[in-house]
C-alpha cells in the first residue's frame, strides 16, 4: 500500500506540474502582461511548491531583479558584473536586514546565462527533503520558459520600437530632401553650387539661397546641433520660419536674427541650437550685408587671391532667451568675388593621426582653383577632404555652399 502511495503522489506531482507548464504556456500564448506572467510563475513556487524566498535576475545591460517575494524590502539592487552570481551562496544587505541564498540557478539560451534565479533553500524539516531540492529540475524548466518567453516579447518590441524609429527617420529624410533646394539659380549675377552629405540617414546641416526679387538674394547655411529626428524636425521648423521672414515680411538683418532666436528657444526650450551664416547681397549695388551667429565663419575671396573670414555677429541662436550682442558685416564685392560658406563637418574632419582638415587647407584650395566654376571648386574640396581622412569615417554632416558674385 505504501508503494501506491508514493506512486500515486508521484503521478500527482508530474500531473501538476504538465499543468503549471500548460498554464504558463497557455498565458504566453494569450500575450499576457509580463506582470502577469509573473504573478501566475510565483503563484506556481509560492503556492503549489512552498518556495518561500526568491529573487530572479535578468540581463538588460545590467542584471536587473526581474521577480522578488519574501525578503525584506529595499534588498533587489541591479547587479553589474556576472561575477556576482559565480559565488557558492550569496548574502544581500539592507540597512540591518540580511537575506541569503543557498542556491543559485543559472537560466542559459543558446550556452549563454540570460538570468539567475535565487532560492532560499529551506527545509520542511530533518526528515523531509526541501522543496528546492525536491523541485530543482522542474523550477529550472519553468523558469527557462517563463524568461525565454519575456526575451522574446522585449525583442519583439525592440523590433517594432526600430521599425518605427525607421519609419521617422525616412519620414524626416523626405522633409529635409524638400528643404534643401531642388535648384540653384543660373544668371548672370552669380554662379551657386552646392555639395550636401549626411553622415547618418538625417541630417542637422541646411544651406538656401534664394532670390528675393530682382536686385536682392538672400543665402544661408545653418548647423543645429544634436543629429537625428529631432535635429531635423527643428531645422524644417527654423527653415519655414527663415523663409517666410524673407519673402512676406522682410526687415532688417538685426531684426530677423532676434526673431529666429526667439522662435528657435520656442521651438528647442533650450535643449539645442542653431549656427547659422546669414547673409543678402544686392547686385545693383554690389552690397554685402551678413550676421554669423556663431557658425564656422565663410571664405570670401577675391580674383586677386586675397582671401578673408566673415567672422561679425553674434552667439547661436537658441543659446540665451536675449543675444546681448549683434553685429553686422557689411563688404562690396568687387566682381568675380567667391564666397564659400560650409558646416563643421568640414573642416573638423579628422585623419588618422586626429588632425583636422581645417581652415587654412580649405583657403588653399579655393585660392588653387579661384577661376574654376564653383561646382568644380566644391569637387575639389570634396575630393582633397577624401584624401586627407584616408579610411577613417566621417563622423558628422557635410555641407557646402559656394557663390561667385560675378
Same mark, same amino acid.
Given at each position: 500500500?505504501?508503494?501506491?502511495?508514493?506512486?500515486?503522489?508521484?503521478?500527482?506531482?508530474?500531473?501538476?506540474?504538465?499543468?503549471?507548464?500548460?498554464?504558463?504556456?497557455?498565458?504566453?500564448n494569450?500575450?499576457?502582461?509580463?506582470?502577469?506572467?509573473?504573478?501566475?510563475?510565483?503563484?506556481?513556487?509560492?503556492?503549489?511548491?512552498?518556495?518561500?524566498k526568491?529573487?530572479?535576475?535578468?540581463?538588460?545591460?545590467?542584471?536587473?531583479?526581474?521577480?522578488?517575494y519574501?525578503?525584506?524590502?529595499?534588498?533587489?539592487p541591479?547587479?553589474?558584473?556576472?561575477?556576482?552570481?559565480?559565488?557558492?551562496?550569496?548574502?544581500?544587505?539592507?540597512?540591518?536586514?540580511?537575506?541569503?541564498?543557498?542556491?543559485?540557478?543559472?537560466?542559459?539560451?543558446?550556452?549563454?546565462?540570460?538570468?539567475?534565479?535565487?532560492?532560499?533553500?529551506?527545509?520542511?524539516?530533518?526528515?523531509?527533503?526541501?522543496?528546492?531540492?525536491?523541485?530543482?529540475?522542474f523550477?529550472?524548466?519553468?523558469?527557462?520558459?517563463?524568461?525565454?518567453?519575456?526575451?522574446?516579447?522585449?525583442? $519583439?518590441?525592440?523590433?517594432?520600437?526600430?521599425?518605427?524609429?525607421k519609419?521617422?527617420?525616412e519620414?524626416?529624410?523626405?522633409?529635409?530632401?524638400?528643404?534643401?533646394?531642388?535648384?540653384?539659380?543660373?544668371t548672370?549675377?552669380?554662379?551657386?553650387?552646392?555639395?550636401?552629405?549626411?553622415?547618418?540617414?538625417?541630417?542637422?546641416?541646411?544651406?538656401?539661397?534664394?532670390?528675393?526679387?530682382?536686385?536682392?538674394?538672400m543665402?544661408?547655411?545653418?548647423?543645429?546641433?544634436?543629429?537625428?529626428?529631432?535635429?531635423?524636425?527643428?531645422?524644417?521648423?527654423f527653415?519655414?520660419?527663415?523663409?517666410?521672414?524673407?519673402?512676406?515680411?522682410?526687415?532688417?538683418?538685426k531684426?530677423?536674427?532676434?526673431?529666429?532666436?526667439?522662435?528657435?528657444?520656442?521651438?528647442?526650450?533650450?535643449?539645442?541650437y542653431?549656427?547659422?551664416?546669414?547673409?543678402?547681397?544686392?547686385?545693383?549695388t554690389?552690397?554685402?550685408?551678413y550676421?554669423?551667429?556663431?557658425?564656422?565663419?565663410?571664405i570670401?575671396?577675391?580674383?586677386?587671391?586675397?582671401?578673408?573670414?566673415?567672422?561679425?555677429?553674434?552667439?547661436?541662436?537658441?543659446?540665451?532667451?536675449?543675444?546681448?550682442?549683434?553685429?553686422?558685416?557689411?563688404?562690396?564685392?568687387?566682381?568675380?568675388?567667391?564666397?564659400?560658406?560650409?558646416?563643421?563637418?568640414?573642416?573638423?574632419?579628422?585623419?588618422? $593621426?586626429?588632425?583636422?582638415?581645417?581652415?587654412?587647407?580649405?583657403e588653399?584650395?579655393?585660392?588653387?582653383?579661384?577661376?574654376?566654376? $564653383?561646382?568644380?571648386?566644391?569637387?575639389?574640396?570634396?575630393?582633397?577632404?577624401?584624401l586627407?581622412k584616408g579610411?577613417?569615417?566621417?563622423?558628422?554632416d557635410?555641407?557646402?555652399?559656394?557663390?561667385?558674385?560675378?
Amino acid at each position: 500500500m505504501a508503494g501506491i502511495g508514493r506512486l500515486t503522489e508521484k503521478l500527482k506531482q508530474r500531473d501538476f506540474k504538465l499543468n503549471a507548464l500548460l498554464e504558463i504556456t497557455k498565458a504566453i500564448n494569450e500575450n499576457l502582461s509580463v506582470d502577469e506572467l509573473l504573478a501566475e510563475y510565483e503563484r506556481v513556487l509560492r503556492e503549489e511548491l512552498s518556495i518561500e524566498k526568491l529573487m530572479l535576475y535578468t540581463e538588460e545591460g545590467h542584471w536587473k531583479c526581474l521577480l522578488a517575494y519574501g525578503i525584506s524590502e529595499g534588498i533587489a539592487p541591479q547587479i553589474q558584473e556576472e561575477s556576482f552570481f559565480k559565488q557558492k551562496s550569496i548574502s544581500l544587505v539592507s540597512g540591518k536586514e540580511t537575506e541569503s541564498f543557498d542556491i543559485i540557478i543559472p537560466i542559459y539560451q543558446d550556452e549563454k546565462p540570460i538570468a539567475y534565479l535565487l532560492l532560499g533553500d529551506v527545509g520542511e524539516n530533518e526528515l523531509r527533503m526541501s522543496p528546492v531540492i525536491k523541485h530543482m529540475r522542474f523550477i529550472e524548466t519553468l523558469t527557462n520558459v517563463l524568461v525565454v518567453a519575456i526575451q522574446n516579447r522585449n525583442l $519583439v518590441q525592440e523590433k517594432m520600437r526600430q521599425e518605427l524609429v525607421k519609419k521617422e527617420l525616412e519620414l524626416a529624410a523626405e522633409m529635409q530632401a524638400i528643404l534643401l533646394p531642388h535648384t540653384l539659380p543660373k544668371t548672370g549675377d552669380f554662379e551657386v553650387s552646392a555639395v550636401y552629405k549626411a553622415h547618418q540617414q538625417v541630417g542637422g546641416d541646411y544651406y538656401d539661397f534664394v532670390q528675393l526679387n530682382n536686385d536682392e538674394v538672400m543665402f544661408c547655411m545653418a548647423d543645429v546641433s544634436g543629429k537625428g529626428v529631432s535635429a531635423a524636425f527643428l531645422m524644417s521648423n527654423f527653415q519655414a520660419y527663415l523663409r517666410s521672414i524673407f519673402l512676406y515680411r522682410k526687415g532688417e538683418l538685426k531684426e530677423i536674427v532676434t526673431e529666429l532666436n526667439d522662435r528657435v528657444m520656442h521651438s528647442a526650450m533650450g535643449e539645442k541650437y542653431i549656427t547659422l551664416f546669414l547673409g543678402t547681397y544686392n547686385k545693383s549695388t554690389r552690397k554685402l550685408q551678413y550676421i554669423n551667429c556663431g557658425h564656422n565663419p565663410p571664405i570670401l575671396a577675391d580674383d586677386n587671391g586675397y582671401t578673408q573670414l566673415l567672422k561679425l555677429g553674434s552667439i547661436g541662436l537658441g543659446m540665451f532667451e536675449e543675444i546681448p550682442k549683434i553685429a553686422v558685416g557689411e563688404l562690396t564685392l568687387p566682381p568675380a568675388s567667391l564666397l564659400v560658406c560650409y558646416t563643421d563637418g568640414l573642416v573638423e574632419t579628422e585623419n588618422d $593621426v586626429a588632425q583636422e582638415f581645417g581652415t587654412e587647407q580649405l583657403e588653399k584650395i579655393i585660392l588653387s582653383n579661384i577661376h574654376a566654376p $564653383v561646382g568644380t571648386i566644391n569637387t575639389k574640396i570634396v575630393d582633397a577632404l577624401n584624401l586627407f581622412k584616408g579610411s577613417m569615417p566621417f563622423t558628422d554632416d557635410l555641407a557646402i555652399l559656394s557663390c561667385r558674385f560675378i
